[in-house]
């Protein structure tokens, strides 16, 4: 007997020609995923078997796939020989013997050379556990526990459909740079848009002394904990106090934050370029804050000519809060560590900027050298 994680995996299907490339990827990430567990992975049959990983390391192995993108479900299920009584014992060892449960049995043969038809498997076994385990009835609509029996070359005996990540392979999309504060909302939307199959770079701007060390730690903290589902992130860390006092300096106040909000698209985008990236990602909803109307929004675009992804516009708060609830982010994205947004907000921020007013008070400034030197002084780590 022998543990097999059971891999099903959604939209791929659709993807017709271009489905060996889908597949190849996804196979490579679910690798990478299990390394390290002596895991053996192949695809039959429109299904991926993962086999060989130690009793002790499937509960972690499970764990570590849900984070998968592209995968549907995934199904930790014990491999036996083809024999109904082999079968039988087997589902039996995976049934609680004390709670009063229901179930109901749902058998596949795609070994047609097997004796019984999967009617009759369902039958058959329905009876012997309503004879083994007085505790348990049949329910053919509403069954707590399913009990799924597959016949290939090998019987495939579970009672455990756990949802995957769903989306597409990481890698499959291309490459896109993410905005990275020490907010709620950025590390949400780098998840949302690596489920559609993008691989990360992440971008953070830190105001040193403004903003602290333990701050840095965090945005690396949550870089960490997307990169669990997205893969590996290149993240870049930018020097951003010369520019950010400058514009404080030097601009109209009640501009500041809508200013700092292009640099920091210009900047992005060019460390975006440089890493092969071909779109900025933000974690911008609108209407959450005044740089987040849609003038602003406008404004902040025509900093740059790379498309610019915000998957949470349309989202209220608590649903992104559900979200890094979900993935794991919020408890960290909380911590109460300065962001270098909030330490030069204006009293007053303009809600309705113009793009030629603002490139005007842009121009105020020769900010190329600044831009050249934070660019050059940038830390650049590999994170997950
Ligand atoms: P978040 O929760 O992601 O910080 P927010 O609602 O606080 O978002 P803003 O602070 O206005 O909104 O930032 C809007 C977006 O700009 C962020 O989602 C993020 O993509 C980007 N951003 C903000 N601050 C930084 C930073 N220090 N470094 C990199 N990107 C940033
Ligand atoms: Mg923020």
Redesign the pocket.
Known sequence: MEHVLLIRYGEIHLKGLNRPFFENKLINNIKFAVRGMNASVKREQGRIYVSGIADEDVEEAVKKLTCVFGIHSVSPALCVDVDYNTVKETAFSLLPRDEESTFKVYSRRSDKSFPMTSEMINRELGHDILENFPNLQVDIHNPQIGVYVEIRERAYVYTEIIPGAQGMPTGTAGRAAL????????PV?GYQMAKRGLVLSA????SYPYTGERARDKVVDLAKIVARYSGPIRLHLVPFTDIQMTIYEKCPSKETTVLM?RL?MKISERIAREDGALALI???ALG??A??TLESLCVTDDAVSMPVFRPLIGFDKDDIVAIAKKIGTFETSILPYE???TVFVPQHPVTKPEVKKLRQSEALVDFEPMIEEAIKNTIIMEVG
């Not at 971008?203 to 830190?206: A, D, I």
């Open positions: 905005l990275i504060s020490g907010g709620i909302d950025s939307a971008v953070h701007f830190f909000r920091m933000t974690g911008e959450q804050v740089s987040q962001d270098c947004c």
